[in-house]
Antibody, heavy 120, light 113 residues
Framework: QVQLVESGGGVVQPGRSLRLSCEAS????????MHWVRQAPGKGLEWVAV????????EYGDSVKGRFTISRDNFKNTMYLQMDSLRVEDTGVYYC?????????????WGQGTLVTVSS | DIVMTQSPDSLAVSLGERATINCKSS????????????VAWFQQKPRQPPKLLIY???VRESGVPDRFSGSGSGTDFTLTISSLQAEDVAVYYCQQYYGIPWTFGQGTRVEIK
């Protein structure tokens, strides 16, 4: 059973930075692409970013491009999301999700999420 | 960006009755190279992460009850729950994985009448 555990969420002021982590287990992490998807309070889902199995390819959603950076450490079975220049509208639950393949196949499994609150 | 528009925003259906959710994409998500429609459906129950139900517009994920079915092609897609059960109360999202950025519909809330 795939396990994805997000951490690093919390309350941060606008303009500051935060780094999220997603620790993966019970599957061959280095063989799969990984995603971040977020959900503002009471709202729908927004795809944030994707990284390929080997970390060489990355893509971002329009609203975070240039501010967020996705990365991974296959030795630690962990993916990261570095979030800089945070805005109030970045508030929400951030889900880590596993792709069904190495790169841009399908969002297959989700973690439980970590809450990020951007507020002064 | 490809915009996914769901209808209705919410619906109430009696137990055992059919629920139908529609999803329209702003451009075709049908690939001419493999003849697949790049649409997935997710179910999100309260205080839970989303769960994959359907991919390639019509392929049921392993373990998903067969009362859930997906159909459609090109720009118009449908998720059908053939006989609504109490545990199906949730918000349902369509999503396209044809073009970057991947995008979701706004969600459809399904309740018991």
């Amino acid at each position: 059973q795939v396990q994805l555990v997000e951490s690093g969420g919390g309350v941060v002021q606008p303009g500051r930075s935060l780094r999220l982590s997603c620790e993966a287990s019970r599957f061959a992490f280095s063989s799969y692409g990984m995603h971040w998807v977020r959900q503002a309070p009471g709202k729908g889902l927004e795809w944030v970013a994707v990284i390929s199995y080997d970390g060489r390819n990355k893509e971002y959603g329009d609203s975070v491009k240039g501010r967020f950076t996705i990365s991974r450490d296959n030795f630690k079975n962990t993916m990261y999301l570095q979030m800089d220049s945070l805005r109030v509208e970045d508030t929400g639950v951030y889900y880590c999700a596993k792709d069904s393949g190495r790169w841009l196949q399908l969002i297959h499994r989700w973690g439980q999420g970590t809450l990020v609150t951007v507020s002064s | 960006d490809i915009v996914m528009t769901q209808s209705p925003d919410s619906l109430a259906v009696s137990l055992g009755e059919r629920a139908t959710i529609n999803c329209k994409s702003s451009q075709s998500v049908l690939s001419s190279s493999n003849n697949n429609n790049y649409v997935a459906w997710f179910q999100q129950k309260p205080r839970q992460p989303p769960k994959l139900l359907i991919y390639w517009a019509a392929v049921r994920e392993s373990g998903v009850p067969d009362r859930f079915s997906g159909s459609g092609s090109g720009t118009d897609f449908t998720l059908t729950i053939s006989s609504l059960q109490a545990e199906d109360v949730a918000v349902y999202y369509c999503q396209q994985y044809y073009g970057i950025p991947w995008t979701f519909g706004q969600g459809t809330r399904v309740e018991i009448k």
